[in-house]
């Protein structure tokens, strides 16, 4: 699966909507600091990204992209109600 949007905290924007360009610095400094991600399509669904244990690279290069846009490329997951994307490639928004 195939999916572009911002990639956000999970603590802010479960906690209170948190996302775009005004929270791009907190998004980061959440994320670094060890917060979930999860990403917002433009269709307002959220995805939560999960580290492929095989290809951790990529989990971490969505980390250098808080608030920013991307393209990830994974596996999907529906786990007790939980859209969840196993990152195998992260590409910034071109």
Do not use: W
Not at 44 to 69: C, I, M, P, R, T
Request: glycine share 12%; with cysteine; net charge negative.
């Amino acid at each position: 699966m195939t999916i572009t949007g911002e990639v956000l905290d999970m603590a802010c924007y479960s906690s209170s909507g948190a996302s775009g360009e005004g929270h791009k610095s907190c998004a980061d400094a959440c994320i670094k600091g060890g917060a979930p991600m999860g990403i917002l399509t433009s269709e307002g669904k959220v995805y939560l990204l999960v580290e492929n244990h095989d290809k951790k690279a990529a989990y971490a290069e969505a980390k250098k992209h808080a608030g920013a846009q991307i393209t990830a490329t994974g596996t999907f997951s529906d786990r007790g109600g939980i859209n969840t994307l196993i990152v195998d490639e992260v590409k910034p928004k071109s």
